[in-house]
């Protein structure tokens, strides 16, 4: 292989993860989770819908089909942008919130049409749930979400939606087992409290993260902007799995 052509494939593969939302190590971290916290009902209700895609598998669908143009209508629906000190307007344009909104209003109606329709909201659920909780995904359009708050990740040059979607879980190598292992401290009162609410109050709490997204100087990001920020990341991988569960509990319950 000529070096144009590696080239070529790390410049692709780069592509590819820019566009991921958490990447796939923060959708496979959600989705383990919210198996965790599933009841066994509800979880073989899941399966039977998604038919032959496992549950982690299905909570980055949406990021694989993003190459594929005849699905290009879906990618408004990973994010929402909201000016600074501005509040949520409702439009027709689809955007994260109104999309998660009408699809678990879907899920929740018995007669929520053919399998394959269930299986497609489904798949936008699991994956759309993760993303909500990804602050910069409910970020400001002044720097367009963070993609154009250019900086330094360590050694590598980036910018900041990235470094918030896989830098730092890949930096640290974040595990499922590492995020249950804060999950298991959490009481059953802290557990059910996280699962109450709605998108909307799960968006204003992504938003009121963004205070500590961009709380730093210069264009650097190192040690000190992760030891303070690793386990706020961390806990959002943990509520959006137990709200997904919570969700799933609910549509599902028999």
């Known amino acids: ?43 073989d209700s899941v399966d039977f819908y998604l038919d032959d895609i496992s549950f982690v598998k299905a909570t980055y669908w949406m990021d694989e089909v993003k190459m594929n143009i005849s699905y290009d209508f ?27 909104e009408n699809v678990i209003s879907k899920l929740r109606n018995k007669k929520a049409g053919p399998k394959n329709e269930v299986q497609l909201a489904l798949k936008v659920l699991l994956h759309l749930m993760g993303d909500l909780h990804q602050p910069l995904n409910c970020g400001f359009a002044r720097d367009n979400n963070g993609f154009s708050s250019k900086l330094r990740f360590y050694f590598k040059s980036t910018n900041l939606h990235d470094v918030w979607e896989f830098e730092i879980l890949e930096y640290q190598s974040t595990t499922t087992e590492e995020c249950l292992v804060l999950a298991n401290n959490l009481s059953e009162a802290e557990i059910s409290g996280m699962q109450i609410g709605d998108v909307m109050k799960w ?12 709380d730093f100087k210069g264009n650097k990001l190192g040690d000190e902007y992760l030891e303070k920020n690793s386990r706020v990341l961390k806990m959002q991988l943990i509520k959006a799995g137990i709200r997904l569960a919570g969700v799933l509990n609910q549509i599902y319950k028999k």
């Open 1 to 43: 292989m000529s070096k144009a052509q590696i080239l070529s494939m790390v410049l692709f593969f780069a592509s590819i993860n820019s566009l991921f939302a958490w990447g796939p190590r923060g959708h496979k971290i959600i989705s383990q989770i919210a198996q965790k916290y599933l009841n066994k009902s509800v979880a």
């Open 203 to 214: 968006t204003q709490e992504s938003r009121l993260l963004l205070a500590d997204v961009y």
């Open 74 to 100: 879906m990618k408004p629906w990973h994010y929402v942008t909201i000016p600074v000190d501005k509040t949520y307007v409702r439009t027709k344009n689809p955007d994260i919130i109104n999309v998660l």
